[in-house]
T-cell receptor, first 114, second 114 residues
Framework: GENVEQHPSTLSVQEGDSAVIKCTYS??????FPWYKQELGKGPQLIID?????GEKKDQRIAVTLNKTAKHFSLHITETQPEDSAVYFC?????????????FGAGTRLAVHP | EAQVTQNPRYLITVTGKKLTVTCSQN?????MSWYRQDPGLGLRQIYY???????DKGDVPEGYKVSRKEKRNFPLILESPSPNQTSLYFC?????????????FGDGTRLSIL
């Protein structure tokens, strides 16, 4: 079955710096890769996603890149702010039995220091 | 406001005492799912439901039951809770079209089984 590895497990940056979180997946049939942000006491919130027919997607300070050949995808956050501090999860998914089964990475705890 | 609502948010109970965690969504989503979140393991799927009266096991279903009598509700039942079920639980919902759809998560239920 699918396996998703996420690195690093913790990341500490200074405000204004960039942060990069990387994930690799095992199932080459996976075709949808969402990223979720989880703030303290809240559920995961989708912040950006990418499908396998696209190599890069950007939304303001957040971008995601996908390398299908190497089976890895990354989240890039530029000009980090303290409110970016949270746990970030990557996931990989493919349609199976009529729905998209998400397999999550273990998460990255990002701390942005003022 | 579109949302997934879980209750209770926190519960401390004892081994063997049956409990139910409720989940309700107001987006008319067909697909609903339960996950547990444990440190270093990310989110793992317990059970999911494609529609009313249609449920199936996820990756870690042992010790759990679910039901889907109405489209909006998807309760998680622990008939005889044990300490290894101490965890943070999330309910999620999405459309179940045959394409990858973003999942919407509730804010979580923290269960402690003593």
């Amino acid at each position: 079955g699918e396996n998703v590895e996420q690195h690093p497990s913790t990341l500490s940056v200074q405000e204004g710096d960039s942060a990069v979180i990387k994930c690799t997946y095992s199932d080459s049939a996976s075709n949808y890769f969402p990223w979720y942000k989880q703030e303290l006491g809240k559920g995961p919130q989708l912040i950006i996603d990418i499908r396998s027919n696209v190599g890069e997607k950007k939304d303001q300070r957040i971008a995601v890149t996908l390398n299908k050949t190497a089976k890895h995808f990354s989240l890039h956050i530029t000009e980090t702010q303290p409110e970016d501090s949270a746990v970030y999860f990557c996931a990989a998914s493919k349609i199976s039995g009529g729905y998209n089964k998400l397999i999550f990475g273990a998460g990255t705890r990002l701390a942005v220091h003022p | 406001e579109a949302q997934v609502t879980q209750n209770p948010r926190y519960l401390i109970t004892v081994t063997g005492k049956k409990l139910t965690v409720t989940c309700s969504q107001n987006m008319n989503h067909e697909y609903m799912s339960w996950y547990r979140q444990d440190p270093g393991l990310g989110l793992r799927q317990i059970y999911y439901s494609m529609n009313v009266e249609v449920t199936d096991k996820g990756d870690v279903p042992e010790g759990y039951k679910v039901s889907r009598k109405e489209k909006r509700n998807f309760p998680l039942i622990l008939e005889s809770p044990s300490p290894n079920q101490t965890s943070l639980y999330f309910c999620a919902s999405s459309w179940a079209e045959n394409s990858n759809q973003p999942q919407h998560f509730g804010d979580g239920t923290r269960l402690s089984i003593l």
